[in-house]
């Protein structure tokens, strides 16, 4: 905590997030571990905690804290931009908290009306000459984005995850890629470790790494089923027959109205 409580105020002023999402590296769609890892950094620079206090907080404290950034927002927007903020002054908090309603808004302003209400609202809009960055409309409104969008916190996240497993949770990129780890680069999962911010910190990291195993698991299983069970493709009917045989599958009459092929004891 003492560490963060300093650095995690640099990160937010330095736009770190909002330099790497603009990032050739981070656009390139071949990069997903990258992106994994810049997901895995905004959980933990925006996690629901007092910095000061290393208290956690609530989910109404959380809203409070975001409603609070919105309404400095819109008294701005209506002090200093009235005749082209005039609608984000009156919306509601649930419209501008969304990144496309809100990037509606700040479109109908000037380049330089940009720079004033990111110098209004406290971000930074210049850095020393030394540093090589294009602060260009698109990167601060993508400032203005990430510090007024609305984030789920730690427990709707985990609430959204599907504990079940389906075709496609299986087979997800960021899973597959942690299978064939080698040991040459970091992985896109928390880490069990000796220091949490908070218990729910500690709760959701678990979570996510026995969800991790647990799937890693189910789909071993599956992959080992299809391999006893020989599939070949019979010509010239084209139809799928099975050679072998495994105790951990069963032939389901109708699949249609089930989820997968095989069911596990």
């Known amino acids: 905590m003492p560490t963060r409580r300093y650095v995690n105020f640099l990160l937010k002023d330095l736009h770190l997030l909002t330099a790497i999402k603009l990032s050739p590296l981070y656009t390139n769609s071949e990069n997903g571990l990258f992106r994994d890892l810049y997901a895995l950094l905004s959980h933990y620079i925006n996690f629901s905690i007092d910095d000061h206090t290393g208290l956690q907080l609530s989910q109404e404290e959380s ?18 931009f009235k005749d082209k903020l005039t609608i984000l002054a009156l919306a509601n908090y649930g419209s501008i908290g969304q990144r496309d309603e809100l990037a509606s808004h700040v479109a109908e302003l000037e380049d330089g009306g940009v720079v004033e209400l990111c ?7 210049e850095y020393p000459q030394k540093v090589v960055m294009s602060v260009d409309r698109a990167f601060l409104t993508e400032a203005i984005l990430l510090c ?4 789920k916190t730690f427990q709707e996240q985990a609430k959204e995850l599907p504990i079940l497993p389906n075709q496609d949770t299986l087979f997800e990129s960021s899973l597959l890629r942690n299978e064939y780890y ?13 220091q949490y911010l908070t218990v729910g910190d500690f709760l959701w990291r678990s979570f996510i790494l026995y969800r ?22 019979s ?22 109205y089930v989820s997968a092929l095989f069911r596990f004891g």
């Open 63 to 80: 809203r409070q804290i975001h409603n609070a950034d919105l309404a400095k927002l819109q008294r701005t927007a209506f002090k200093h």
């Open 212 to 233: 991790c195993e647990a799937f890693f698991a189910i789909r071993r299983d599956i992959e080992d089923s299809l391999h006893r069970l020989a599939p070949k493709l």
């Open 235 to 256: 010509h010239p009917s084209m139809t799928t027959q099975f050679h072998g045989f495994s105790k951990m599958a069963l032939l389901i009459a109708r699949p249609s």
């Open 182 to 194: 080698d040991g040459s680069g970091p992985l896109a999962i928390p880490k069990l470790n000796l």
């Open 119 to 125: 110098r209004l609202l406290g971000l930074r809009t």
């Open 148 to 151: 007024h969008e609305k984030r």
